[in-house]
C-alpha cells in the first residue's frame, strides 16, 4: 500500500507539473482511494483528494469519475455513520450511472443502497 500511494503521489505531482487536469482529477480520486481501502487512521485524509477530484472532474464534465468519487464519499460516509451523507451520494452516483448506462457499477450501488436500507 505504501508504494501504490507512493505511486499515485506522484501521478497527483506530475499530473499538477504539466497542467494535466483530467489526470489530476484521477490521481486525486486515487489518492483518496488509497487510504479509504486501508482502513485505518488515515481515512480522514481520503476525503478532501475525494473532493478535490469531485469539484476537477465535475468541472471538466468527467461523469463517470464524478459518480466514481460519489461512490467512494459514501464508503467514506457509511463507515462514519452519517446516513444522510451515505444515501445523497448512493443516490446520486446510482442515477448517474444508470444515466451513463454503466451497468455493473449500477449493480454496485444498488448492492450498497441494500445494505444501507434504501
Known sequence: MEDALE??????????DYKQRGYHANALR?????????????????????????????ELGMRPLVAHCRLGLDKLYRRTGDDVKTREHLATAATMYGEMGMHFWSEQVEVALKEVGQ
Do not use: K, M
Open 30 to 58: 486515487l489518492v483518496g482511494e488509497i487510504p479509504a481501502a486501508r482502513n485505518s487512521p488515515e481515512l480522514d485524509q481520503a476525503q478532501p483528494h475525494y473532493r478535490q477530484a469531485l469539484a476537477v472532474a465535475d
Open 7 to 16: 505511486s499515485a503521489q506522484r501521478a497527483l505531482d506530475l499530473s499538477r
